[in-house]
Nanobody, 124 residues
Framework: QVQVVESGGGSVQAGDSLRLSCAAS????????LAWFRQAPGKERQFVGA??????RDYDESLLDRCTISRDNDYTLDLQMDRLTSEDTGVYYC???????????????????WGQGTQVTVSS
């Protein structure tokens, strides 16, 4: 069974940077896609970015200039976000899936495993 655990959330000021980490454990992680999603209050869970098993990266276009995702090995996925605003407030989730299809990379329903999430609160 694959498990993912997020860490690094907290309260920050607008304009600050934040780094979130995801630690995955379990079998076959080297063949899986890892991704970050986020959910603002009252809104649907939104794709942030992902890295597949062959290190293909994808980002939501609206975050491309402020967001960097890195995967140094098979089982960790970091998210660096800069110039944070109140719009970035929400719960950030790490997810993993067996499929590496690029067509469905951004679809939250295609992910098999989810962490509990880590809260990020940005104050202006």
């Amino acid at each position: 069974q694959v498990q993912v655990v997020e860490s690094g959330g907290g309260s920050v000021q607008a304009g600050d940077s934040l780094r979130l980490s995801c630690a995955a454990s379990g079998p076959s992680l080297n063949t899986m896609t890892l991704a970050w999603f986020r959910q603002a209050p009252g809104k649907e869970r939104q794709f942030v970015g992902a890295i597949t098993d062959v290190w293909y990266r994808d980002y939501d276009e609206s975050l491309l200039d402020r967001c960097t995702i890195s995967r140094d090995n098979d089982y960790t996925l970091d998210l660096q976000m800069d110039r944070l605003t109140s719009e970035d407030t929400g719960v950030y989730y790490c997810a993993a899936r067996h499929s590496n299809s690029l067509e469905t990379l951004r679809n939250r329903d295609e992910y098999d495993y989810w962490g509990q999430g880590t809260q990020v609160t940005v104050s202006s």
